[in-house]
């Protein structure tokens, strides 16, 4: 079949805030990416954003102008960097609810142990790491990226609950967020 879908295709060029503009509008992708061209696909309410034909980031599509779409997993490698910008920017307050409260309730002394947690977002849901968060927190252990890991590690595997259509679902979206994530992670 021909693809019939309604999109408007550009190229851009990554800027020092790793961000592509595209209609006067900011759009992050992943840091590594500055300086480099990519190809910006743009439909109605969405946007998406393709290096070596990979697609590395999708927002939501903004028609309001000189307006900043940002996520916080694409500044990783240079909150490593400066991990003090974190209290301060954008993207941490673009981020979701549950990752503020994350960060302001658990990490904001130490925002070089939050930005370690980010790769683990990419295996485990924020859901996951905010209730381990609170598990530690009421046995009165110390809240650490280690700590949180083999909470997380020591649950049951979806694989291990009962059949049912419910279950079956869940596990069906786990496997291709496991994808996901290792596509990722290969780019």
Known sequence: MPDYSLAIWKTGLV????TVVTETNHYSVPDFLVGKEVEIELHID???ILYQKKEV???ARSYAKNQFSLQLLHYQETLKKK??????????K?????????????FQENPKEFIALLTTFETYSIFEIHKACHV???SG???????????????????????SESN??????????????ERRAAI
């Open 136 to 138: 530690l927190q009421e």
């Open 57 to 59: 980031a999708r927002h």
């Open 46 to 48: 969405v946007l998406r």
């Open 15 to 18: 800027d020092k805030w790793s």
């Open 83 to 92: 991990p003090g910008a974190l209290h301060s920017s954008l993207c941490l």
């Open 141 to 163: 252990a110390r809240i650490h990226n280690e700590a949180i890991r083999m909470i997380l590690m020591n649950q049951p595997e979806p694989e291990d609950m009962a059949d």
């Open 94 to 106: 673009q981020s979701p609810k549950i990752c503020q409260e994350l960060f302001q309730r658990f």
């Open 168 to 181: 079956e679902i869940e596990r069906a979206c786990l496997r291709e967020l496991r994808r996901y994530a």
